[in-house]
């Protein structure tokens, strides 16, 4: 558990509760539908929409594939999908020309071995 909260952390956690208060108004759900159709109580969609409490990890994924978000946010983690994260793995592992030798090795491709060549 969390012992302190930054600013930036109160207003991230607040930011995006507000964020999933107003999906679940586009979608035309109730705050008691939703909690119903995610499987967790009144309080704890609260304590996620409005950004305080300590909510499960479970419990905001639960809330976020009850409002078809959940992929959206999982793939918004991936470094991948971040230029920030694609430069550090560059750092990490090498630029793509050097990185080439991992999928063909600078003689050319290896020969894979048949069965009826052994």
């Not at 304590?47 to 992929?71: F, Y």
């Not at 959206?72 to 592992?93: F, H, K, Q, Y």
């Amino acid at each position: 558990m969390v012992t302190g909260r930054s600013p930036a952390r109160t207003r991230l956690l607040k930011e995006l509760g507000s964020n999933i208060s107003r999906w679940r108004t586009l979608q035309g759900l109730s705050a008691t539908v939703l909690a119903e159709r995610a499987h967790i109580t009144r309080d704890t969609l609260r304590a996620i929409e409005t950004g305080t409490g300590a909510p499960r990890i479970d419990s905001l994924l639960a809330v976020l594939l009850s409002l078809h978000m959940a992929n959206t946010v999982v793939a918004s983690t991936d470094p991948w999908n971040s230029l920030a994260g694609r430069a550090l793995m560059d750092e990490l592992i090498g630029t793509p020309n050097e990185r080439r030798w991992m999928t063909e090795p600078p003689d050319g491709p290896i020969p894979i071995a048949r069965r009826d060549d052994r």
